[in-house]
């Protein structure tokens, strides 16, 4: 049932109106009246009284808690709200004169032009540079450049940045003079919202004690904020027939989960697998979308703030793809119009150097590659 509230004004007609109906003659309701004062002050303890109703309703009931008591309700039944995710991204470690062989450490910091953003250097075992035993990435003598692993040392989304947002070293690196981020930083998440904690609670309600697609997915959902998954039934991981055994393809939000990320998965579905049954869990193949366009604006805008609005709106679409998800070409003329107002044209757009759409398949995620909008 909903509460109908009602103001001081009402509250007082209403007690005005049942007083008199009750009375025999006429009552006295001026103001100032010594009826009227009784009347008014029933009225503001009443308000107060409607007052502590509706905070008791907005605690005691999920679809109106927010903050603190959205995490009490959702407590009782065992869930919790998904913390902020890192941004993650390459950087390109670089020098002037080839020299010797240097050594870009773990946990080296960079930072992006302002100082306001800092980035730290983090193991890749698919990095060829990467060097598991001297615990940083290879700068080889003779050559001029190497690629690391970086993530943001504040999770959120604030460490979305753009391709060249990073440029400084936080402090000397031998043999090393530059640093610079040619693709753009993408997964940061801030913890999860109000809103989307009270979607995901009745699909966790629903896979409890369930051993269906909504269960799985449910618990993947729940071990991480922008984490995706796509399940695949009576198959392989080579794609071949496969009674009783099923395929989890699943992602972070990077499109290159970590060895860490890919067993907790392993394990959370162990716990809710239908007897009886195998699986895998894998991460996905990456999909690299490239794009290309050309931005026509009006006389009043400032052509380079539109075009680092439209990288970031596509940059933050393409980041948000689950897994098998496919990124539509005329999309992205939609994301270019709506992220700055100033746009009259949009030319040129291509897609991997097409102009149709990236299909993927279950096991595949798409990731940005290189956006190059001017």
Request: a negative charge.
């Amino acid at each position: 049932m909903q509460l109908t509230l009602q103001n001081f004004s009402t509250l007082v007609e209403s007690m005005a109106a049942s007083v008199q109906g009750a009375a025999s003659t006429l009552l006295d309701l001026t103001i100032g009246s010594v009826l009227r004062a009784i009347l008014e002050a029933n009225a503001g303890i009443a308000l107060w009284l409607q007052w502590l109703i509706v905070q008791v309703l907005a605690t005691t009931r999920l679809a109106t808690s927010i903050g603190l008591d959205c995490d009490s309700f959702c407590g009782d039944f065992g869930l919790t709200r998904l913390s902020a995710v890192a941004a993650s991204g390459k950087v390109t470690f670089s020098r002037f004169s080839p020299g010797i062989q240097s050594i870009i450490p773990l946990g080296t910091n960079v930072t992006t032009s302002d100082n306001k953003q800092t980035f730290i250097i983090i193991e890749d075992f698919n990095n060829p540079d990467y060097n598991g035993d001297l615990r940083g990435y290879v700068l080889a003598s003779g050559i001029a450049s190497v690629d690391a692993l970086a993530i943001a040392a504040l999770p959120g989304a604030a460490g979305n940045i753009q391709a060249g947002g990073i440029s400084s070293l936080s402090s000397a690196i031998a043999g090393i003079d530059a640093v610079v981020n040619s693709a753009p930083f993408s997964g940061g998440l801030d913890a999860e919202s109000d809103t989307a904690f009270r979607a995901r609670f009745p699909l966790y309600l629903a896979g409890l004690s369930k051993a269906t697609n909504a269960a799985i997915n449910s618990t993947i959902l729940g071990i991480q904020q922008g984490a995706s998954c796509s399940i695949s039934e009576n198959i392989s991981q080579d794609g071949a027939v496969k009674m009783g055994h099923f395929v989890i393809t699943v992602d972070d939000g990077s499109g290159y989960p970590s060895d860490t990320f890919i067993s907790t998965v392993q394990q959370s579905v162990e716990a809710i697998r239908p007897i009886g049954t195998n699986f895998a869990v894998q991460g996905p193949r990456v999909s690299q979308a490239d794009i290309s366009m050309n931005l026509t604006t009006n006389s009043v805008a400032v052509h380079g703030s539109s075009v680092a609005a439209v990288s970031e709106a596509i940059n933050a679409y393409i980041s948000s793809l689950p897994v098998g998800g496919a990124l539509s070409y005329t999309k992205l003329v939609q994301l270019a119009y709506d992220s700055s107002e100033y746009i009259t044209n949009i030319s040129n757009l291509l897609l991997n150097g097409e102009t149709s759409d990236l299909l993927t398949s279950p096991f595949e995620v798409v990731r940005a590659g290189v956006i190059a909008v001017s």
